[in-house]
């Protein structure tokens, strides 16, 4: 039967493979646009609809109970929704001729085929597991799903474990660290790249690095791991490629996943550059009776279009609804990913949303002429004069062609996660500086300020781009011919400015201008921008062609690092 001519869409047989974020989500939103589609969802493991997002805190003993991590189960799925479920469901093979899958079930060994309309694959990712000597050693885990955190849990009460080696410093890296810290267990982390969160540009990661060091974590950077070995005292040893060894009771991978595509490639369905399975943006993949979600499938990146595999919660269950959707007659489509992402990290939090410097610099390598300039700054999470503020640090990327909102980065205590959705909001909607600038936010003392951080970002990249104050980059400052004015005062100058740079304070800026050349470009920095923006301003109205360097000598010392 074709679903495409089928003339009764609401009596499909809807087969969905994998059934916990974008499968079940797939299951439920399409019987709530059908009440007579048949829809059996198939999961090779002993759960469907579980928190995989819970389960670093289930390892630290946040969440305590394992039953609280299982969000749906198959009574649930049958009783509320009239869906069936069955786990233990290794779906191994698909004949599109036939519009047939082949299921082995797990308990029985039976394998048998089951007739479908349409069907979804929801198969997820598998953790990269690189085959280095020793790697199936005893006490080296990858943590995918409800056994592993099981394993994970038992093995630290069972080896008295006190010393964890956390290989990849990435989401997963960073949050087992903080659970494992919080277990008592001291934790190395080795992480490839020169930051942790390669997702983000290095100067926004570097008080990360800091904060992981006050909070006990030995963190070894640009270093691989090449081999495991148990020594005779149960060590589990973890050498490096730079001579280091690491001796651990423990091991945990977060290297990264990879789009589990086996099936779908078996199949002759079409996989991506990126080794995702291709689906157009209804979902569908190059079989027209086969839809694809979550974190197996490549989409398009919102901002640039480059294919992309996100392996992220909230894409996987918005893709299962549209697939649903898409299956069942109407026409819905995916916008594309932003990779909008959060991470708590000790007490701290670190999100993203959109197109890091990073991606821009490679996409621009690529010959892709993307412009955009940048703006950094420091606000408090709300007014300083309201007990409890707390300072982030935030970065937005902008096109300096016509002011779209291209992405941003934030760090802090308090009200980074409520800044980064807002900008991925004015994203999606293609919204420019000039937008945030002009963006209306709740406001009271204790949330946020008149001025939100969103409309300060939006404000110092409009008045860039209207030429009311130009910006300059802290990259740039050793090629310049540019005069580099330092406007803090002369305690601060002294305690630490960069080499070139000569001190004139704010305060005396207006009596001293005599002293600055007419001819010669004039670029201010202070502590965090905020002075040198009011500098470069009097300069501009004085005739003087004045920049600021963007975030101060924070984001100097930052960058400096890298
Ligand atoms: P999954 O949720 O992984 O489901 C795929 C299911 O398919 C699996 O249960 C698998 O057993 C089953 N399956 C695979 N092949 C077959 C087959 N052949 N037959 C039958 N069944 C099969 N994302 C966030 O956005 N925020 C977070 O904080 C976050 N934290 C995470 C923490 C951890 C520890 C992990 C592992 C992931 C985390 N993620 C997070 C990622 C998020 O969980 C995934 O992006 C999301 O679950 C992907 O959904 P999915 O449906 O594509 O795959």
Redo the contacts with the bound molecule.
Sequence with gaps: MNVDRYSDRDRARILI???????ASCAARARRLSEKAEIIV????PYVSFA??G??YYVGDIITEEENLIVATPDLFRERFNIEVRTL???IAIDREQQEIEVEDLRTSVIYREKYDALVL????TPIRPQLPGIDLPGIYS???IPDSRDIRSWITRSKAKRAVIVGGG??GLEMAENLVRRRISVTIVEMQDHVMPSLDYEMVTPIHDHLDANGVSLHLEDAVTEFKQDDEHNLNVNTKSGKTFAGDMVILAIGVRP?AT?ARSAGLEIGERGGIRVDERMKTSDGHVWA????VEVRDFISGEWIVL????P?NRQGRIAAGTILGRDFKFRGVQAT?VCGVFGMTVASTGLTENTLIRLNKAGRNIDYEKVYLYPGHHVSYYPGSSQMAMKMIFSTKDGRVLGAQAFGREGVDKRIDVVSVAIQNNATVFDLEESELCYAPQYGAAKDPINVAGMIAANALRGDAPLARWEDIKNTNALILDVRNRPEYVSGHVDTAINIPLSQLRTRMHELPSEREIWTYCGVGQRSYYAARALALNQFNARNLSGGIHTYKNLARS
């Design positions: 493979v994998g059934g916990v974020a974008g499968g198939f999961e090779r493991g995989n997002c389960l670093p469901s290794n779906v929801a198969p997820g990712s943590l995918r799903n989401f997963l589990e099936l979600v979550g974190d197996a392996p992220l919660a909230g996987a992402s």
